[in-house]
């Protein structure tokens, strides 16, 4: 079984600029997470989508972060601009349902913002 | 309502015991235990639901009180495997989308 795929794996961009960032969950798992692991601390949830609606991003900077998961299967999370802070792992997670069901991480996207 | 881990960090030798524990403020739906090693995602270990349950996998084992919103992780006659951060997540009775809030993570070095 295929895990979850993320791209890129590391991104070097200068604060103000644009990035996005693409996650492929493992098939036939409805909800998708994407989080932020700032170095030292646990991740941090930014949005939880169950198939193609959102289900959480009470975490998620809306003035600069976007996320969407078209037809329930692969997401994107920008950001834009970005700002130094932004400067984190993004993990992108996924699940077979919500709550009891253990959580798929993918490999994560390094961003380093300078 | 992050919930908070201890310890911070532990060292151990191979075959050593070690606790780690997982607290909340909030009353707890779960507990889920993740172990990440440097560089790489956080790996699944398990899920506990019921108040007083125990499960295990392996060596490690862990045990959920509802009633004092704790959780600990039991790790036994550790390995060097065992090496990396614990997380603890921990989804609030109050939450009905299953959503996870992670604990600041423990650092565990198990030395030969």
């Known amino acids: 079984e295929a895990g979850v795929a993320q791209s890129p794996r590391y991104k070097i961009i200068e604060k103000r600029q644009s990035v996005a960032f693409w996650c492929n969950p493992i098939?036939?798992?409805?909800?998708l997470y994407w989080y932020q692991q700032i170095l030292g601390q646990g991740p941090k949830l930014l949005i939880q989508?169950?198939?193609?609606?959102?289900?959480?991003d009470s975490q998620l900077p809306k003035d600069r972060f976007s996320a969407e998961r078209l037809k329930g299967v692969d997401s994107t999370l920008k950001i834009q601009p970005a700002k130094l802070e932004d400067s984190a792992v993004y993990l992108c997670?996924?699940?077979f349902g919500t709550g009891d069901y253990e959580q798929y991480f993918g490999p994560g996207t390094r961003l380093t913002v300078t | 309502q992050q919930p908070v881990q201890s310890p911070q960090a532990v060292i151990l030798r191979e075959g050593e015991d070690a606790v780690i524990n997982c607290s909340s403020s909030?009353?707890?739906?779960?507990v889920h235990w993740y172990r990440q090693k440097h560089g790489e995602a956080p790996v699944f270990l398990m899920i506990l639901l019921k108040g007083g349950e125990q499960k295990g996998h392996d060596k490690i084992s862990a045990s959920f009180n509802e009633k004092k919103q704790q959780s600990s992780l039991y790790l036994t006659a550790s390995q060097l495997s065992y090496s990396g951060t614990y997380f603890c997540g921990t989804e609030i009775r109050s939450s009905n989308t299953g959503k996870l809030i992670f604990g600041q993570g423990t650092t565990l070095q198990v030395k030969p």
């Open positions: 909030k009353a707890l739906y779960s």
């Open positions: 989508f169950q198939n193609n609606g959102v289900v959480d």
């Open positions: 098939s036939g798992h409805a909800t």
């Open positions: 997670a996924s699940s």
